[in-house]
């Protein structure tokens, strides 16, 4: 029998929820689970380093994509951000290990595909099919991994371009990539990202759409598994599925068995106020 994967949403921080999670029946039965995480690792839960330090010691076991959070983790660490007052990643910049646990983090990859699910952590623009978000996404993991990574994540911020074309370079094509892979929510029609919009999930204006529903997206053929939108929560379709289910705003921590979409739910202590959100 071939080891089951399970694919969890957001972690944030919230390191008990995570424990519990691994350790629910349905999950700890199988000694040899591997886990596919989300993105969004650490930040605003309560026990960052300690999340870092779980999922880092899943060694092969885990494939954890970037998300926002753990990029603003890498930039705070690069000197490049300096950490907010609703940031809880002091305790990982303080850490013995903290060199060790950001060179781990910026080691992990922005997308990773398998048995037909396709993981990132915000999601992927609809021209790209998903050689392309696989190609995309190496260039910008290449970058952080490099001895440069610091001057990447000195650039990465700011809202624009907000559509691709394959000629871009340097800091405005690995921008465009790092913001689709992990800010992303809600396109035009045409595919553009838009990011001055927060509203509730269906109370999107006319002429946005979320990017999952862009026409003629190039990933419709295969199922895309992302975090990141807590208000949208947990959605599952045949090409897409969100697992964001808030466990940092009080909702919960979700895993799905990949390879029939099981659920296993853990419910959270709310560490943030929601009507923060």
């Given at each position: 029998?071939?080891?089951?994967i399970?694919?969890?949403?957001?972690?944030?921080?919230?390191?008990?929820?995570l424990d519990?999670?691994l350790a629910?029946?349905?999950?700890?039965a199988?000694?040899?689970?591997r886990?596919?995480?989300a993105?969004?690792?650490?930040?605003?839960?309560?026990?960052s380093l300690?999340?870092?330090?779980?999922?880092?010691?899943?060694?092969?076991?885990?494939?954890?994509?970037?998300?926002n959070?753990?990029?603003?983790l890498?930039?705070?660490?690069?000197?490049v951000r300096?950490?907010?007052?609703?940031d809880?990643i002091?305790?990982?910049?303080?850490?013995?290990?903290?060199n060790?646990?950001?060179?781990w983090?910026?080691?992990?990859?922005?997308?990773?595909?398998?048995q037909?699910?396709?993981?990132?952590?915000?999601?992927t623009l609809?021209?790209?099919?998903?050689?392309?978000?696989?190609?995309?996404?190496?260039?910008?993991?290449?970058?952080?991994?490099?001895?440069?990574?610091?001057?990447?994540?000195?650039k990465?911020?700011?809202n624009g371009?907000?559509?691709?074309?394959?000629d871009?370079?340097?800091?405005?094509?690995?921008?465009?990539?790092?913001?689709?892979?992990?800010?992303?929510?809600?396109?035009?029609?045409?595919?553009?990202m838009?990011?001055?919009?927060?509203?509730?999930p269906?109370?999107?204006p006319?002429?946005l759409?979320?990017?999952?529903?862009?026409?003629r997206?190039a990933?419709?053929?295969?199922?895309?598994v992302?975090g990141?939108w807590?208000?949208?929560?947990?959605?599952?379709?045949?090409?897409?599925?969100?697992?964001?289910t808030?466990?940092?705003?009080?909702?919960?921590?979700?895993?799905?068995?990949?390879?029939?979409?099981?659920?296993v739910?853990?419910?959270?202590?709310s560490?943030?106020?929601?009507?923060?959100?």
């Amino acid at each position: 029998m071939t080891s089951s994967i399970w694919m969890i949403g957001d972690i944030q921080g919230c390191c008990d929820s995570l424990d519990q999670l691994l350790a629910h029946p349905d999950i700890a039965a199988d000694p040899d689970a591997r886990f596919w995480f989300a993105g969004d690792l650490v930040n605003r839960g309560p026990r960052s380093l300690a999340s870092l330090r779980r999922i880092k010691a899943l060694g092969d076991r885990a494939v954890a994509v970037l998300g926002n959070h753990d990029l603003h983790l890498l930039a705070a660490a690069a000197g490049v951000r300096r950490p907010g007052k609703s940031d809880t990643i002091d305790d990982i910049l303080r850490a013995p290990d903290r060199n060790e646990l950001i060179d781990w983090l910026r080691n992990r990859p922005l997308a990773h595909f398998a048995q037909g699910h396709l993981l990132v952590h915000a999601g992927t623009l609809a021209k790209w099919d998903v050689d392309k978000t696989l190609a995309l996404a190496g260039e910008v993991q290449e970058a952080l991994r490099g001895p440069n990574w610091q001057k990447v994540l000195q650039k990465m911020y700011g809202n624009g371009p907000v559509n691709w074309k394959d000629d871009f370079k340097g800091s405005k094509r690995l921008r465009v990539i790092i913001n689709a892979f992990t800010r992303m929510r809600l396109c035009t029609p045409s595919g553009h990202m838009e990011f001055d919009t927060k509203v509730a999930p269906g109370a999107w204006p006319a002429g946005l759409v979320p990017w999952f529903d862009v026409p003629r997206r190039a990933t419709k053929d295969i199922t895309v598994v992302f975090g990141h939108w807590s208000t949208l929560g947990l959605m599952i379709r045949s090409d897409a599925i969100c697992l964001d289910t808030g466990c940092v705003w009080g909702g919960q921590l979700t895993a799905m068995r990949l390879q029939d979409h099981k659920l296993v739910q853990i419910e959270c202590e709310s560490s943030l106020d929601p009507h923060d959100h």
